[in-house]
């Protein structure tokens, strides 16, 4: 039974660049999230996505977009990157109407430059 | 708006030592869940326990408990005759009722906690 996999597991941009992540939740999972952890932080939600919507988002601007598609996984946009965006990024995976917590992958290091 | 405060950044212990890790919390709503989580090298958060706010029952988990204090706002965390690989950053978070599934949550920053051997 796969967990949740994320691709790639290490990235290195430019600044001004435009990145894009790569989450596969868990088997029987139909809820994706994400998740930025700067160096030596907690992580902090970005937005969630359920039946291929955006759900909830939390205080990140517009260049962080996102999608999912009919088969439950999901990618993260980021444009323009800048100097702090770089992070680890963590999606997670739950499924809807279960109360079990959330399973999170190991995550995508993005180094900006 | 909820927040998580983990005082302590860094613990650094000897195997066989106990230790605890505090975690406080702010939120005005009454129903609320919080959380445990170890993050080891590798990235990925493992999740170690989740607590409604309607439950102050203290919690055992083999080498791990949990005290849950509503008065004081604090959700410990204790590992006994801790491991070398106990050594992880542990995060606590806290998650609304109705913010589907406990998805969106709130975390601390983390206390890093090393067991020398």
């Known amino acids: 039974d796969a967990g949740v996999t994320q691709s790639p597991t290490h990235l290195i941009k430019t600044r001004g660049q435009q990145v894009t992540l790569r989450c596969s939740p868990k088997?029987?999972?139909?809820?994706v999230s994400w998740y930025q952890q700067a160096l030596g932080q907690g992580p902090q939600f970005i937005f969630q996505?359920?039946?291929?919507?955006?759900?909830q988002r939390g205080n990140f601007p517009d260049r962080f977009s996102g999608h999912q598609f009919p088969n439950y996984s999901s990618e993260l946009n980021v444009n323009a990157l800048l100097l702090g965006d770089s992070a680890l990024y963590l999606c997670?995976?739950?499924?809807?109407?279960?109360?079990?917590?959330?399973?999170f992958g190991n995550g995508t290091r993005l180094t900006v430059t | 708006a909820q927040k998580v405060t983990q005082a302590q950044t860094e613990i650094s212990v000897v195997e066989k030592e106990d230790v605890t890790l505090d975690c406080v919390y702010e939120?005005?709503?009454?129903?609320?869940?919080l959380f445990w989580y170890k993050q080891p090298p590798s990235g990925e958060l493992v999740f170690l326990i989740r607590?409604?706010?309607?439950?102050?029952q203290n919690e055992i988990s083999g080498r791990y408990s949990w005290n849950f204090q509503k008065s004081t706002s604090s959700f410990n965390f204790t590992i006994t005759a801790s491991q070398v690989v106990d050594s992880a950053v542990y995060f606590c978070?806290?998650?609304?009722?109705?913010?589907?599934?406990?998805?969106?949550?709130?975390f601390g920053e983390g206390t890093q906690l090393t067991v020398n051997p």
């Open positions: 997670a995976s739950s499924m809807e109407g279960d109360n079990s917590p959330l399973h």
């Open positions: 088997s029987g999972h139909d809820t």
């Open positions: 996505y359920y039946e291929e919507e955006e759900r």
């Open positions: 939120t005005r709503d009454t129903t609320y869940y």
């Open positions: 607590r409604n706010s309607f439950d102050e």
């Open positions: 978070a806290l998650s609304l009722e109705g913010e589907t599934s406990g998805s969106r949550l709130t």
